[in-house]
């Protein structure tokens, strides 16, 4: 470089230092300065003494460049007097001024936020007191089994253990995060902290019992505890539940602003109108300048540099922030410092689409992080796990079921003429064609009658689906809607051809007219319920649905499953997309 500087211009070696004039915020934007952003407006609020951010530097003066107008290389002696910039930074003396302007929060009056901080406040409160609920039930039914209703000398230390159940408990999920509100409300995350706090509390008494040699008595911890697990975890569903219809009536939502171009902002909007009981409400958007003009159906409250006001005009708690080249990690982080003074939320949307948290971490290399992705768990202990939890499932299942299974058995038979279970060949893992078993819900003739109606398919995708088929049997519409007409094919889960958790399971043509990413539905065992059965079943579109099935086969865990697995309970009774 300084053979290139010698050759070029060698006035350039004997040019003094370059003072750059001081910037003042109120000077007029110069060329080749890049985009302007409007100014904070300094409103008091929970984080008012944060600073924004610093104004961008102007360009260099001039007679400061060089050839092309690139900047001159300086190669003068630096002046001590002037250069005393690392001795005010990093000076050993105590900063004086930290004393008299601490870094505070000031308390947020945002209204939006303000509302959001007391429902959610609510439901936690809500929450603690279900999980005492459950506690006290567990340890009076624990004591109950084991001991009955006498009180004597040997069990009055039991009886003290169940009046402290409920505050372990509550303890034990403190600690497992089970009440972070980044946590709650959605999601499997919740659970999955639950069944962690609970295993750990097992695993606590037991090892305390032993190291102590203390003389518990085994029936009532086995009864007891998994009880409490299992008494929190169907109380939260339910809240859960009730938060989701409360949202589906347009209440406790969070009001978002969407920042991105004009059909990542359709999409997303559309998807959440869909699904509110995420809870949250587009209320505006932001676009890019110089957007095309296509109708977004919401109101634009301006470009990029504008969601700071937009977030006050309409009066919203969180801004979500699509994947677009505009927006690169410096822009982000600009409008991050700016919402953080009202504490809105930012949620950036990751292009891994369908990709849990649980598979993504952040690395550092060399300072810089990096996200990586790790493969779907489809094989190894976690598959062996499940396959134990399905077969265990299933006997259980039938077990508890089996009136219900002679009393539709006994209706099929007398009110249609045709064998009472149907068999069809369907597609399962890897592609290995197996028989399903099923009630019989059609007439008999019903295949030979397919090719008649196939012009009346109302789907959008390879299945086939009426809403009024004329080959359903009366009994079958009602089997039908309560899917009862499935519970054979836990016959099926015995026999390890099913899951009880899965995609739903393809016929032969259907398969073959897969594309190369759904035939990914295909890795996993399909099951008897999912998320294509929880979110809608025949009212979803194709596309929509091999989405879901997607999502699962990328994600699957157990607390997935067990969280599916309640869904279709709600989803049973409603009975919504189910003809």
């Excluded at 007679?63 to 001590?80: K, L, M, W």
């Excluded at 006997?395 to 068999?423: D, E, H, K, M, Q």
């Excluded at 996993?524 to 009212?539: A, E, F, H, N, Y």
């Excluded at 699962?552 to 607390?559: G, H, R």
Aim: glycine share 8%; with cysteine.
């Amino acid at each position: 470089m300084s053979q290139d500087v010698s050759e070029g211009r060698t006035d350039a070696l004997t040019e003094p230092t370059v003072s750059l004039p001081v910037v003042r915020p109120e000077r007029e934007p110069s060329v080749n300065q890049g985009p302007q952003h409007p100014p904070l407006r300094y409103v008091s609020g929970r984080n008012a003494r944060i600073p924004g951010p610093v104004a961008p530097l102007s360009p260099p003066p001039s007679g400061a460049e060089g050839r092309n107008g690139a900047p001159r290389v300086v190669r003068a002696a630096a002046d001590p007097a002037r250069n005393r910039a690392i001795d005010r930074h990093w000076s050993p003396q105590r900063n004086r001024s930290s004393a008299a302007r601490p870094f505070t929060r000031a308390r947020g009056r945002h209204a939006a936020m303000s509302r959001r901080q007391r429902w959610e406040g609510r439901y936690v409160r809500t929450l603690v007191l279900a999980d005492l609920v459950a506690g006290i039930a567990a340890g009076a039914a624990g004591f109950g089994l084991r001991f009955g209703d006498d009180v004597t000398s040997y069990n009055r230390n039991y009886l003290l253990i169940s009046a402290l159940l409920p505050l372990v408990l509550l303890a034990v999920l403190a600690v497992a995060r089970a009440y972070e509100r980044r946590y709650l409300f959605v999601g499997s995350d919740e659970y999955q902290r639950v069944i962690r706090g609970g295993g750990g509390l097992v695993a606590g008494v037991a090892l305390v019992s032993y190291a102590l040699d203390l003389d518990l008595a085994r029936a009532y911890v086995l009864a007891a505890l998994p009880a409490a697990v299992a008494s929190v975890l169907v109380l939260r569903f339910a809240l859960r539940k009730r938060l989701h219809w409360a949202r589906a009536r347009g209440e406790a939502l969070r009001r978002v602003i969407v920042v991105g171009h004009e059909l990542s902002v359709i999409g997303i909007t559309r998807q959440l109108r869909r699904e509110r009981y995420h809870g949250l409400e587009v209320v505006g958007a932001c676009l890019p300048p110089g957007a095309d003009g296509i109708e977004v159906g919401l109101p634009v409250y301006g470009t990029f540099d504008d969601v700071a006001a937009a977030v006050e005009q309409a009066d919203a708690d969180t801004v979500v922030v699509l994947s677009c080249p505009e927006l690169d990690g410096a822009a982000v982080r600009r409008l991050a410092w700016r919402l953080e003074r009202d504490e809105v939320d930012l949620v950036v949307s990751s292009a891994l689409v369908d990709v849990a948290g649980a598979r993504t971490t952040i690395r550092p290399f060399d300072g810089l992080p990096m996200l990586h992705v790790e493969h779907p768990r489809l094989h190894g202990g976690s598959r062996l796990v499940k396959e134990l939890v399905d077969r265990v499932g299933a006997i259980l299942l039938l077990v508890l079921f089996a009136p219900v299974l002679l009393a539709v058995a006994l209706c099929v038979r007398v009110t249609s003429r045709g064998p009472v279970l149907f068999r069809q060949v369907r597609v399962g893992r890897d592609g290995q064609k197996f028989r399903i078993f099923k009630f019989r819900s059609m007439y008999v003739d019903a295949e030979a009658r397919l090719t008649e109606l196939r012009h009346l398919n109302e789907h959008d995708g390879v299945l086939f689906k009426i809403r009024d088929d004329p080959r359903v049997t009366p009994v079958g519409r009602w089997l039908r809607r309560f899917s009862l007409d499935e519970l054979p094919q836990l016959l099926n889960v015995l026999s390890g051809r099913m899951s009880l958790v899965g995609p739903r399971p393809p016929l032969p043509t259907e398969a073959a007219a897969y594309a190369d990413d759904v035939r990914r539905r295909l890795a996993v065992k399909p099951g008897m319920t999912g998320l294509w059965q929880v979110s809608g079943r025949s009212d979803l579109s194709w596309e929509e649905a091999v989405r879901l099935d997607l999502r699962y086969v990328e994600n699957w865990s157990l607390s997935l499953d067990l969280v599916i697995l309640l869904r279709t309970m709600t989803a049973v009774v409603r009975s919504s997309g189910a003809y």
